[in-house]
């Protein structure tokens, strides 16, 4: 029988001001903490605290029989220490009550890895710093953005010591072939690909509440048997946090279902994992070649979703000709407000794909329409490029 390895993403993004009231203000001004705040406490309080003191209990209940795995954000990480300690409080415990592995990533959420390789090792560095700082763990498995994953985020990741990687398991990669195995990206030496199994991680992340789905109500039991029968060395089940309580409110059973899960699962002779310890366990058996980037987004995933528009297209050039000033001011603050404009959901937001609040994947869409989403970011971005020691004005470039 196949093991059993989960992870969650946990991740807030910071959302800016509409452009009429951004005016005058500087950079800092123009992010929207009132809308940032209520999200978070409304995350903290159907999600974070209440999903955190459960599996704390589960753990503390199935001893070393039942383990997961974490990515949180440095841009989460941010926005609880300002506005909800508590919250981070409670990943702390939870983190120290063992079992709970956490992955690495790049601070921001962002997309550097598709538009700078310097840029994007100096994220993944500060991620590692501050889970360094405040939990005291250094990753040995990263996940990058939205999945985003090739075979050249497999072969970077590698470079900076990483023993595996994750990515989604699309058929058009696998032609035929299981997701249950790890696998070797080409040009590689050691890391391992470890891939998402997408029906079954979408069977709980977004079908488990639909009651016209035809396997409408999913139980413990029946989930793992599912599992029981899988082929293969392990079954990844890779999904946001917020499916738990968030975007699955209690009234679904969500709660219940994974309050069960952890005995149905090693009941039906199944054992849990963590990405770590799946790379320790099993050998890269077979090839993963990869050479369009790949995400866990749209039913096309891949990067469209970000870059598929002229008014992303713009943003992402705009943010970056201030790359180099940026860097080279050495002002650790205008770095860091800078870098934060690379997050990927500035860009999401922006989207047209029919909309992308259609797509299950979509993060929830803090603004009426992606050309409003397009113009706060310009306004944002116009302020930050005057803070930036050595950039000039945009019209005196």
């Not at 994750?166 to 058929?171: M, P, T």
């Not at 080409?186 to 035809?214: N, Y």
């Not at 709660?255 to 770590?276: D, H, K």
């Not at 987004?297 to 000033?325: K, Y």
Request: with cysteine; glycine share 6%; proline share 6%.
């Amino acid at each position: 029988m196949p093991d059993l390895c989960v992870y969650f993403q946990v991740h807030q993004p910071k959302r800016l001001l509409p452009c009429e009231l951004q005016k005058g203000r500087t950079f800092r001004e123009r992010e929207d903490v009132g809308m940032n705040t209520e999200i978070l406490n409304a995350v903290a309080e159907n999600c974070y605290l209440p999903v955190n003191r459960m599996f704390r209990e589960l753990i503390n209940e199935h001893g070393g029989r039942f383990s997961f795995a974490l990515s949180i954000s440095g841009t989460a990480i941010e926005q609880m220490e300002r506005y909800r300690p508590d919250v981070l409080d409670s990943f702390r415990e939870l983190v120290a009550a063992g079992n709970v592995e956490l992955l690495a990533e790049t601070y921001h959420h962002s997309l550097a890895f598709a538009i700078s390789n310097r840029e994007f090792e100096r994220q993944v560095e500060a991620h590692l710093e501050v889970l360094e700082t405040v939990f005291h763990i250094r990753p040995r498995v990263f996940r990058n953005s939205e999945l985003i994953y090739d075979d050249s985020i497999a072969a970077r990741a590698e470079t900076m010591g990483f023993d595996g990687v994750l990515a989604e398991g699309l058929e058009s990669n696998l032609k035929g072939a299981s997701p249950n195995f790890l696998y070797r990206a080409p040009h590689t030496a050691r890391i391992k690909t470890l891939l998402r199994h997408t029906p079954l991680s979408d069977d709980i992340g977004f079908r488990f509440s639909d009651p016209s789905w035809i396997d409408h109500p999913l139980t413990a039991p029946k989930f793992a048997d599912w599992m029981a029968h899988c082929p293969g060395d392990l079954v990844n089940l890779f999904m946001g946090y917020e499916a738990i309580g968030q975007h699955q409110k209690t009234g679904t059973g969500i709660f219940r279902f994974w309050q069960a899960l952890p005995e149905a699962v090693i009941e039906a002779g199944l054992q849990w994992v963590t990405p770590s310890e799946a790379v320790d366990l099993y050998r890269a058996s077979r090839d993963y070649a990869c050479e369009k980037a790949t995400s866990w987004t749209d039913g096309e995933h891949d990067l469209s979703a970000w870059m598929g528009n002229e008014m992303q297209q713009e943003a992402i050039a705009a943010v970056m000709s201030l790359e180099r000033d940026a860097l080279a001011s050495g002002d650790p603050v205008a770095i860091h407000n800078w870098a934060g404009m690379l997050a990927s959901n500035h860009f999401h937001w922006m989207s047209t794909k029919g909309r992308i609040g259609s797509s299950s994947h979509s993060p929830l869409i803090p603004y009426p329409t992606p050309r409003d989403a397009f113009e706060r970011y310009m306004c944002a971005l116009e302020a930050l490029r005057d803070e930036i020691p050595s950039a000039a004005p945009r019209g005196n470039r």
